[in-house]
Structure formats: C-alpha cells, structure tokens
C-alpha cells in the first residue's frame, strides 16, 4: 500500500507538472489572447468585486473587532435563532451572507472563528449554505445579461434552496446525530475553547479592518485573474464547440462564463450559479484556510445544492409545458 501512495504522489507530482508546462507554452503561444483573458479577470475585479465586496468587508471586519455583531443582528435573531438555533454570531452570519454575497459568507465565519466568536461545529454548518451569489449581483448582472423577463422564480431558486438546505443541516441533521452514538464533548480545536477578544476601539478596528479587507479582496483579484487566464487551455482545439467552451468558462469563472455564454446557456448558467465555479471555491478556501474548516464538506454539498437546483428548473420547465 505505500507503494501504491508512492506511485500515486509520482503520478500527481506529473500531472500537474505537464499541465504547468502546457499552459506556460500557450502563454507564450498566444500572448495577446493571454494579456485579453487577463484584463477580462481583471476589469471584472476592479468593476464588479471591489466597489461591490470592499466596503462590506471593512464594515463587517470593524463589527466584528469592536464586538457589536450581537447588537447588530440583536431584531432578527430571535426569528433566525427558531427557525436554524443559531447563536447570535450564527444570525449574523446568516444575515450577512445572504445579503452581502459571496465570498462574503466564508470571510465572515472565518474572522468570527478566528476571533473565537463562533465554533468550529456551528460555522462549518453555516459555510455550506450561507456563502452564495449576492442578490444584488443576481439582479444587476445574472438577469440583465440572461434578458430573464421574470426573475422570481430564479430568485426563488437561487435563494430558497439554500435557506431550505440550512434548515436541514441545522435543525434536522443534528437531531439524527443526536440518536446515533454520543459524540464527546471536548471542543473540537483551539479555536472553539479560546475566549472571544477583547474589542477594540474605533480607530484601531477601522485599521485592522482595511488592511485586512485589502488583503482579502487583492486575493480575490488574483483567483479571478488566474481562473480566467486557464481559459486559453482548449485554444489549440479548434474543434470544441463554443458551447462546450462557454460551459467551461462557466465552471472556471461564473461571472466571465456568464458574459461569455449569455442566453445560450440559460438553464445551465441558472443551475450552476449555486456551485459558483472553481474560482469560487478557490476563494472560498482563502477565506477559511486557517480555520480547520472542511473543504471537502463544503464542496460536497455545494454540488447537493447544485442537483437540487438542476432537478428544480427540470419541474418547472416541465409544468411550463403542460
């Protein structure tokens, strides 16, 4: 068996280095086509990201630092906390992540866990419902470019899934653990045990906040820069569709696949926007990297959401036609 994992780590170490090899080669081949695809990644992030993502970043850091996140959801948390039995910090999550968008659901439990103000068990439930497109992008981009004439029930779809899912993982999910063996009660990293910090006063949280919200959003731009730039992967085919290409741009970046596909891939563009393409889970892991929380749980689920999406546009085309 360890020969196997041996052979397996050679293979992989190969693998990535062939692929490394082949996109340096295009690069070279095509470098205005390289240089279009890298502005493409980068107008999107000057335009679209940072007017869009910054601000909330530096708000929310300068709540969080100066602890008035309880205060903050204080109306909305007893509605919130019947409905998913979230601790304050949990509301606020919830609140903020669906309002704000993403990544903004996964920046938000990462700061709250590292400051201790949120545990390890509650934030992972969280991340796999609360990080999701922002209706504001929704309205201003997805339905003008997709010329969607009535957006509520995409609207529906896009956000009811998710809060549906949550109700799952957060009230249901916990009940069916709860008759399987008892799990033990110690916490599950440092992070759950460390007593939340003290808050800071205005101007130091104001400048913690905007170094780390730059910090955040200049990562952002690079993902965007560097997922757009793998678009030049299937140059040398000529013979791929364009709407193979176009679904593919779509899974690397959703904002360029979307500009690029348009109405020709509705439906798909419409099913996909729950997973929000690699460069959204690459985000996404940047936003919680330090955490402990899982990937791989984050993933999973993600794509649950995404087939159920799929199943519900299939009803709904269905009942159009009879």
Not at 15 to 40: D, H, K
Not at 244 to 261: P, Q, V
Request: charge should be positive; charged fraction near 10%.
């Amino acid at each position: 068996m360890k020969v196997f994992y041996q052979w397996l780590d050679i293979l992989y170490q190969f693998v990535f280095t062939a692929l490394a090899l082949y996109l340096i080669f295009l690069l070279l081949r095509y470098p205005a086509l390289s240089l279009a695809y890298a502005s493409t990644g980068l107008m999107l992030w000057f335009q679209k990201m940072i007017p869009t993502l910054l601000p909330f970043m530096i708000l929310s850091g300068i709540m969080i630092r100066m602890n008035l996140t309880e205060r903050f959801v204080g109306v909305f948390h007893p509605f919130l906390h019947r409905l998913y039995k979230t601790s304050p910090n949990g509301s606020y999550t919830i609140l903020m992540g669906f309002l704000c968008g993403f990544p903004m659901g996964a920046r938000i439990i990462g700061e709250l866990c590292q400051a201790g103000k949120l545990s390890r068990k509650e934030g992972g439930r969280l991340l796999l419902f609360c990080n999701n497109i922002g209706p504001v992008y929704f309205l201003s981009f997805v339905v003008p470019t997709l010329s969607i004439e009535k957006p509520l029930v995409p609207f529906c779809m896009m956000y009811g899934i998710p809060l549906l899912y949550g109700l799952f993982l957060m009230r249901l999910l916990p009940f069916l653990r709860k008759r399987g063996p008892k799990p033990l009660s110690l916490p599950e990293t440092a992070l759950e045990s460390r007593q939340s910090a003290a808050p800071m006063g205005l101007l130091e949280a104001v400048d913690h906040s905007i170094a780390s919200g730059l910090t955040g959003i200049a990562r952002l731009g690079g993902y965007m820069v560097f997922f757009n730039l793998l678009n030049i992967a299937f140059v040398p085919f000529r013979h791929v569709s364009q709407t193979l290409l176009s679904l593919y741009n779509c899974l690397l970046e959703i904002t360029s696949g979307i500009d690029r596909g348009g109405q020709s891939l509705f439906y798909p563009i419409l099913v996909l926007l729950p997973f929000g393409g690699l460069s959204c889970i690459a985000q996404t892991y940047s936003m919680i990297q330090h955490t402990g929380l899982s990937m791989r749980s984050y993933v999973f689920h993600k794509i649950i959401q995404t087939l159920i999406t799929a199943l519900g546009y299939l009803l709904y085309s269905y009942s159009l036609r009879s």
